[in-house]
């Protein structure tokens, strides 16, 4: 064992690796090894982990700058627990983990410390880690996290963890196997390729329902985290408290936005929430409930909500599709509102979505830097079903000519909307609904 003391750094690492054939340390004698050495500089150990241990002894040891730990004989029953407290002098800025069996509590009291750089290599968690709390360690510059196993189930909940981090914290660069991005490019959504569950837009029949239910049940349970309301937090929980409700959701314009469930228009919290995410134009894709609180619906009709005051200046109806346009006064900022009579698990007719749709973009344009939130009651299956017309919809605009042999892949659609808010459409109709569509704006 290397116990040599080293010139004076002004950092202190901590590296856990796999495999070493130094002699082994008994987990259970962690603290009795590190201790009985004489003011160590650096620490190079082995250690067996014959059962749970902490690594509070090394992170507050008065002296240890480096430190390199090796995990071997891993036992699927112990594991290497979180700190317990905020190390005293000196400060462990460097963090890397090899080959550790890791609790999901693990990462959280790490945004106490004034980490710079931490990487997770070849880990396991023995549940979902909330990755998020890192957020609150503003010292943190490098984020690595590859061939990590997680709870069976829990991808899609772990990617959504890394992509709100990297949006929450943007002076991070994170390193990792697999993002989000991967499956929001959506580069095999609109294809010419013939697949399983990939459905020509010039067809004039229907994809069978059976398909769309197998396809629904195919896609989960990695991508469907229904009642995971953590990681459906928003972006901007730090400058909102309690904001847990709206996912970001990337699009192929890049323009920023929402997708939620329905917000509590009473609250001075949701109008903080719009003011700091500088949020345009809010779509209500759900019918109107007469006990919810709601936002003012006639011209002159205000609301009152903590420090903000929400008038209707403009109110326009169209009944004959269910939709209504309105323009509203947030304590001087103008914010567009566009609601449709949609029910709950039941698609939507062509006619209806179409105008829907274009009155969105048109209340996007008047206002395009700000950003847009879209909502019904929970916030998966109507909102899911319109973000992914709106996404076909921008991809479609992309192309100059539409191919005639073009196909709509089903299956990716799901698969990117679920990684970025679990559960994102539900019914076989949502599923019809966003086909017609496709092939209704393909025309167009």
């Known amino acids: 064992m290397n116990l040599t003391p080293t010139a004076t750094s002004l950092t202190k690492s901590l590296e856990l690796m796999v495999l070493s ?17 004489k003011a160590p500089s650096t620490l190079d150990l082995t ?8 690594l509070d002894c090394i992170a507050h040891h008065p002296t240890l700058r480096s430190v390199a730990v090796r995990v071997v004989k891993l036992n699927i029953h112990c594991g290497i627990n979180p700190f317990s407290a905020v190390p005293s ?11 550790a069996r890791l609790c999901g509590d693990f990462i959280p009291p790490l945004s106490r410390l004034p980490l710079e750089f931490l990487s997770f290599e070849g880990c396991s968690f023995a549940n979902l880690p909330n990755i998020t709390a890192l957020e609150n360690c503003p010292t943190l510059s490098q984020f690595n996290i590859k061939r990590v196993e997680y709870p069976s189930g829990r991808a899609a909940a772990f990617l959504r963890g890394i992509y709100i981090l990297e949006k929450a914290h943007p002076r991070l660069t994170v390193e ?15 294809t010419d390729t013939a697949g399983r569950y990939r459905y020509h837009l010039k067809d004039r029949e229907r994809p069978p329902y059976y398909e769309l239910g197998q396809l629904l049940d195919n896609v989960g349970p990695d991508e469907d985290s229904h009642w995971d309301f953590f990681w459906g937090k928003t972006l901007s929980h730090n400058s909102c408290t309690n904001y847990k409700w709206a996912s970001p959701i990337n699009c192929p314009d890049g323009r920023p936005r929402f997708a939620a469930e329905l917000p509590n228009y009473s609250s001075e919290h949701f109008w903080t929430f719009l003011s700091r995410e500088n949020i345009g134009l809010i779509a209500t894709v759900m019918h109107r409930h007469p006990w919810e609180e709601e936002i003012p619906q006639e011209v002159g009709g205000s609301l009152t909500a903590g420090l903000f005051t929400v008038k209707c200046t403009e109110c326009i109806d169209h009944p004959l599709h269910g939709i209504t346009q309105r323009a509203l006064d947030v304590n001087g900022k103008s914010v567009h509102h566009l609601q ?16 829907f749709m274009k009155l969105f973009f048109e209340c996007e344009a008047k206002t395009p830097d700000a ?5 019904c009651f929970s916030g998966y299956g109507r909102t899911g079903t319109f973000f992914g017309c709106l996404i076909i919809a921008l991809l479609l605009k992309k192309q100059e000519k539409v191919d005639p042999e073009l196909l709509l892949d089903l299956e990716a659609l799901i698969r990117a909307l679920r990684q970025q808010r679990g559960c994102m459409i539900n019914t076989e109709a949502q599923l019809e609904t966003i086909f017609k569509y496709a092939k209704t704006a393909a025309l167009q």
Request: hydrophobic share 40%; glycine share 2%.
């Open 371 to 375: 950003k847009s939130l879209a909502h």
């Open 21 to 37: 054939s130094q002699e082994p340390v008994a987990a259970s004698r962690l603290e009795e090894q590190v201790l009985k050495e």
């Open 47 to 54: 250690l067996d982990l014959d059962s749970s241990c902490d």
């Open 340 to 355: 449709i009579n949609w029910h709950d698990n039941e698609g939507m007719d062509m006619e209806s979505l179409t105008l």
């Open 89 to 99: 002098l000196p400060p462990l800025t460097r963090l890397t983990l090899h080959g």
């Open 176 to 190: 990792a196997d697999k993002k989000i991005a991967d499956f929001t490019a959506y580069q095999n959504v609109l």
